[in-house]
């Protein structure tokens, strides 16, 4: 009976609805764009890989008792580096596999025909960098660790490839840092763009020259930049780090002075930033929710003024006040079940096209979906209460004197 | 005792202190099972709020009202609901259909307030239209009907509970005397049938069809007789025989006051006299 009424004024109970619609996609589309965002950030870290574990310089981050990052500050690394004891300590431990210390090394590669670039990172290195880093040598091998021999290579991203030499597989061809030639000998596929660490080198501009080789030649200390672990068994990460966090400790005889990360701190860190950020926003949107309540009520009222005479007859023919007020809230929980029912539809078309039209992927869950419809529910029940209490007591005889 | 309706001092105030109008005035009124009665009377006579209170759409402000020999003049409104849901068909003069309902569904809404099924309603609903001879108008809006096939439906609405008591306000107000005839015979019809039909009306003519008239006057019942069917009451046949008050008694009035008034020109005045004589003699 009320859906009828519903159904003879369909352009006023579309245009009562769409308030309800427009609240309902605004808050399930930023609630699954966050989503998504967490979602890739995930997956960006599923794809670089292993479980590694980075050990920084200086007191980088600050965690709550459970551990979960609450702040981080890259430049907290000014004026700290680990050494060259760090890196044996670490080497000692049980369960790892791979140890890469990195080291930032001064200097512009250079062709001998004056072609140069500035903006590539000179990184010296030891150990299999492909399997910390996740990523393979498309042309070429990998430095072998051959320190007798006096050639000294480089691998380098396939930026540097192109910048320097033009070509995507310079292979074997000579370029100069620091008055040293060094000889190609593979280079990079290209990396992917990550957003999790920040301030790591874009290292599609890297070129890697042998540590050891670095070591000998370098007039100044070795200065280590990052260490990074890579544990022998996945799952052990955690106590691989733990044990990295105490080693380094006692080394430096209690000194705070240095970061041991793993990748799913940075998930966890971003993801509670992301949560914070998904709530606040959605809030905002939930603000279009209660006006468009209030959008129901309003026409609600009017719905009731203009129907005095229907709600007259109803009485006349034996509706009590009930049945009357049950009319009314029935239409108002219709009316935004209904939009909350057509939002949802709307933010799955709305995440259909953001996925078509951007690079951001929303995921709706099926649990926001629900919560939506429920809202919507509860949003009929609040605000056609008092509309429908006022049409519940309207005397039937004044009610019988309006025009139907 | 076979009143199925019996008011006992029945007044109903509206207002309060210095602006209380007293609507219904002491009414004891009694109304044997299968009486066909009209109720009669100037405006604001206080027939429509007698009406409402023997309909239990009001309550009295004082006075018992026996229903079927219980008592419901203080009954709370969820109970004269009920009341007027199972016992009270209502007729309005503006017919009061809803607009957005088929002819079909505005006769079964009566029935769904009772918690029937919706294919028993329009089943019993479809029933009551063929007693008012609309069978073929089931699925028609009101709009789409004239003002005396409306009446009708509303008619078919007000007998689809079956009440005993069936209560029309001025049934015939907005209807030709041709529609009127057809929902007086459909009135006179249910009456046969056991009905108790209370009508109020302006047409004493339509009195042919009552069995009792009761005149009623500031809120006072002033006359009540009873009367054969096929005959107009003496008491109606007084007041259409001698209306008490017409516009041409107004306009008597007026130049009454006109010849009052001192007029500096006696031949215009004379002339308004004498033109005013020559309508009256026309008329008479």
Redesign the interface.
């Known amino acids: 009976?009320a859906v009828?009424?519903l159904r003879?004024s369909r352009g006023r109970s579309f245009l009562t609805m769409f308030g309800i619609i427009v609240g309902i996609v605004s808050v399930v589309t930023i609630v699954s764009v966050g989503e998504g965002v967490k979602r890739s950030i995930a997956g960006e870290v599923d794809s670089l890989g292993s479980e590694t574990i980075s050990v920084l310089p200086g007191n980088q981050v600050e965690r709550d008792d459970t551990g979960v990052i609450t702040s981080y500050n890259p430049f907290q690394s000014i004026g700290y580096s680990l050494t060259e004891t760090d890196l044996a300590e670490i080497k000692k431990l049980d369960g790892i596999s791979e140890v890469v210390p990195f080291v930032r090394v001064s200097g512009i590669p250079q062709l001998e025909e004056e072609a140069q670039m500035p903006a590539a990172d000179v990184l010296a290195v030891s150990g299999n960098v492909p399997q910390v880093l996740n990523q393979e040598i498309r042309f070429g091998t990998w430095l072998e660790e051959d320190s007798s021999s006096n050639r000294r290579f480089a691998v380098i991203g396939s930026s540097v490839a192109m910048e320097l030499f033009n070509e995507l597989a310079p292979i074997g061809r000579s370029f100069q840092v620091n008055d040293q030639t060094l000889t190609v000998r593979g280079v990079f596929a290209e990396f992917l763009q990550t957003s999790i660490a920040p301030v790591a080198p874009n290292y599609d501009n890297a070129v890697f020259v042998s540590y050891e080789e670095n070591k000998r030649t370098s007039s100044n200390g070795q200065n280590i930049y990052q260490i990074i672990v890579d544990p022998e068994v996945t799952s052990e990460g955690d106590v691989v780090a733990e044990r990295i966090q105490a080693t380094l400790s006692s080394v430096r005889s209690g000194a705070d002075d240095f970061t041991v990360l793993q990748r799913s701190d940075a998930v966890e860190a971003y993801s509670g930033i992301l949560d914070l950020l998904t709530i606040a926003i959605s809030a905002i949107a939930g603000i279009s929710l209660f006006v468009a309540g209030v959008g129901i009520m309003n026409i609600m009222f009017v719905s009731v003024s203009e129907r005095t005479?229907?709600i007259?007859?109803?009485?006349?023919?034996?509706?009590?006040?009930?049945?009357i007020l049950g009319q009314f809230i029935t239409e108002a929980i219709v009316l935004s079940l209904l939009g909350g029912i057509f939002g949802v539809l709307a933010s799955l078309l709305a995440n259909y096209f953001l996925r078509l039209l951007t690079p951001i992927e929303p995921v709706i869950l099926p649990e926001v979906m629900i919560l939506a419809t429920l809202t919507a529910f509860a949003v009929g029940v609040l605000f056609g209460t008092a509309p429908a209490i006022k049409a519940a007591r309207k005397d039937?005889?004044e009610s019988?004197r309006y025009?139907? | 005792m076979n009143n199925i309706i019996q008011l006992q001092d029945v007044s109903k105030l509206y207002g309060f202190g210095d602006a209380t109008t007293v609507a219904v005035e002491d009414v004891s009124l009694q109304v044997r099972k299968g009486e066909f009665i009209a109720v009669m009377g100037p405006s604001g006579s206080g027939k429509s709020t007698l009406m409402n209170l023997i309909g239990l759409l009001d309550r009295p402000t004082e006075g018992t009202y026996l229903l079927q020999g219980k008592k419901v003049s203080r009954l709370s409104a969820w109970r004269r609901a009920r009341y007027r849901r199972d016992r009270i068909g209502f007729v309005f003069q503006s017919f009061n259909l809803l607009a957005t309902m088929t002819a079909l569904e505005n006769v079964a809404l009566p029935l769904a307030y009772k918690g029937m099924t919706q294919t028993r309603r329009l089943k019993q609903a479809g029933n009551a239209l063929e007693r008012v001879g609309l069978a073929d108008r089931e699925y028609y809006y009101p709009k789409q009907l004239s003002g005396g096939q409306m009446q009708r439906v509303a008619i078919a609405r007000a007998l689809v509970n079956n009440p005993e008591i069936i209560i029309a306000d001025e049934p015939t107000g907005n209807l030709d005397s041709v529609a009127s005839r057809v929902v007086l015979e459909l009135l006179s019809d249910l009456h046969k049938s056991g009905h108790t039909i209370l009508m109020v009306t302006h047409n004493p003519e339509l009195t042919r069809y009552a069995t009792r008239a009761v005149f009623m006057h500031d809120g006072s019942i002033v006359a009540d007789q009873n009367s054969d069917i096929g005959t107009v009451p003496n008491i109606a046949k007084k007041m259409y025989l001698k209306p008490q008050k017409t516009e041409e008694d107004d306009l008597e009035g007026v130049s009454a006051l006109m010849d009052a008034v001192p007029q500096k020109n006696e031949k215009a005045a004379k002339k308004t006299k004498k033109s005013k004589k020559k309508s009256k003699a026309k008329k008479s």
């Open positions: 009976m009828d009424s003879s005479g229907e007259g007859v109803r009485k006349a023919i034996g509706a009590t006040n009930t049945q039937p005889i019988l025009r139907l």
